[in-house]
């Protein structure tokens, strides 16, 4: 495992829910961009706790699949699927012409959701091993 590899990882998940709570204050809110920019963060969080654990990550926007990952190194993901499935909703499609409407509501539950991902303790402790590594 390359904890300078999941460092960056975690910082561009990061980066991404800085740009969504940016849109999010903005005068002019696109929604579907809050909500595709919620979903990439969560993808990350994931990726970076499958590279930890040495485990070349799907390439896949789903974070369904990715979280499944997860749980087979620790079943508390579980936990946090609910929130993976909601998210992959926005993750690629959402980007394409005529998929989903976007409501003012999907912006607070992904916010929501993706929060309690970067909040998730497996992800916390990972960010506290990397930051004192690194």
């Not at 999010?24 to 963060?41: D, G, K, L, S, T």
């Not at 969080?45 to 990550?57: A, C, E, H, Q, T």
């Not at 190194?73 to 926005?90: A, G, H, P």
Request: hydrophobic content about 40%; aromatic content about 10%.
């Amino acid at each position: 495992m390359n904890n300078e590899e999941v460092k960056e990882w975690l910082e561009i998940a990061d980066r991404d829910l800085d740009s969504a709570y940016l849109l999010n204050e903005a005068v002019r809110r696109h929604f579907e961009v809050i909500c595709y920019h919620c979903a990439q963060a969560g993808e990350k969080y994931l990726k970076g706790y499958l590279v930890f654990n040495d485990i070349i990550p799907k390439k896949t926007h789903d974070l369904r699949l990715l979280n499944l990952d997860c749980s087979e190194i620790d079943n508390d993901f579980q936990n946090v699927y609910d929130e993976c499935k909601f998210l992959t909703t926005f993750a690629a499609d959402i980007r394409y012409p005529n998929k989903y409407e976007v409501t003012e509501n999907d912006v607070s539950r992904a916010i929501t959701a993706v929060e309690k991902i970067k909040n998730f303790k497996p992800i916390l402790d990972l960010r506290l091993i990397v930051a004192t590594d690194c």
